[in-house]
């Protein structure tokens, strides 16, 4: 059985654009192939530490899980739920792949670069989770991770480390496919980045100040609605998804597809040529806000208890699986 591996950091409340960019197509990809595939859902809590996280931790990770369920996760034998913390190997592979992968290689990541900028020093975890994030994959012997276009380096860097390894010492580890073939899996042309309402350049990030440029997951759907209303278009007076000369209006395209799970070219096909950008936003936002409506009543359903049984149950195959890799790395590089 071939891998899909995904998680979603626990550091905080998801914006619309996390949602609809990184869990909702995960979820959606894991009811289509959960049956003829392995399905990997982790809690990244060792990655959640890098940074400071927003209010408790611990709730934090099971709020992650509850909105994978509130989504329409469908579970079944295939479909295995682990915090990474529960599983050494993750820890012990990372130090390993640590004497394979460059001091080079690790500081041209963007994400380091970005998040180091204008520091005297940053702590090692933000230089090194890339290699730790090669670990979370490679030892589940995953092909596909579906990702958002910020983690496409990392990827690379996994393929890169991955085969390096296997230069050295044989055939050991699969190989994840290529940042296209992981987009063209999840079935868009480019990766998911929903843009912020009021600056279109930018994508949504919870951490900007201006309320009506971010939808949050907990927010009211009507205030949600009121916030699509407000969002920058422009003065061409024409729907065209165009996202470098109309990137709010096709900005408010992709949202539309995404909430709807539509084709995102029927959504252009049935709005292009139209020039009433308020009809748009009208229909936008009604279909952002029964969203959330859905979304939040099925969240008050699921129980802490029912997240503890997936944890046992997907912690236990989590560490078989780990530990196997673990111990046939060790073993060819003389460890054991």
Not at 55 to 73: E, F, H, P, V, W
Not at 106 to 121: H, L, N, V
Not at 194 to 206: A, H, Q, T
């Amino acid at each position: 059985m071939k891998t899909i591996l995904t998680g979603i950091r626990a550091n905080s409340e998801l914006t619309l654009g996390n949602y609809l960019g990184a869990l909702l197509p995960m979820v959606r990809l894991a009811n289509k192939y959960s049956k003829e595939m392995n399905v990997n859902i982790f809690v990244p809590d060792l990655h959640s530490i890098i940074s400071s996280v927003d209010g408790d931790l611990q709730k934090n990770i099971y709020r992650s899980i509850r909105y994978y369920l509130a989504s329409g996760l469908n579970l079944n034998e295939n479909v295995h739920i682990y915090r990474q913390s529960y599983v050494p190997a993750h820890s012990q592979l990372c130090w390993i792949l640590n004497c394979i992968a460059t001091m080079g290689e690790t500081s041209r990541m963007t994400q380091f670069k970005e998040k180091s900028e204008g520091r005297e020093s940053c702590n090692v975890g933000i230089f090194d989770y890339p290699v730790l994030m090669a670990a979370d994959i490679l030892l589940y012997s995953a092909e596909y991770v579906p990702i958002g276009e910020d983690q496409f380096q990392h990827i690379e860097l996994t393929r890169n480390i991955a085969m390096r390894f296997n230069n050295k010492y044989g055939e050991i580890f699969t190989i994840p496919v290529k940042t296209k073939e992981q987009v063209q899996f999840m079935g868009f042309d480019d990766g998911i980045r929903v843009r912020d309402l009021l600056n279109p350049e930018k994508k949504m990030s919870k951490s900007t100040a201006a309320e009506n440029s971010k939808i949050m997951m907990d927010d009211d759907p009507d205030k949600a609605a009121k916030k699509i209303m407000s969002a920058t278009t422009d003065s061409l007076g024409k729907i065209k998804f165009d996202m470098f000369n109309q990137p709010g209006i096709s900005n408010l395209l992709l949202i539309d597809a995404l909430v709807t799970d539509s084709p995102l070219q029927d959504v252009i096909s049935t709005w292009s040529g139209e020039t009433k950008y308020g009809d748009l936003k009208k229909k936008v936002g009604a279909d952002v806000a029964e969203m959330l409506r859905e979304f939040q009543s099925n969240l008050d359903e699921i129980t802490d208890d029912m997240i503890d049984e997936l944890f046992q149950d997907g912690e236990e195959y989590a560490n078989k699986i780990a530990n196997q890799k673990l111990t046939e790395v060790q073993k060819v590089v003389g460890l054991r």
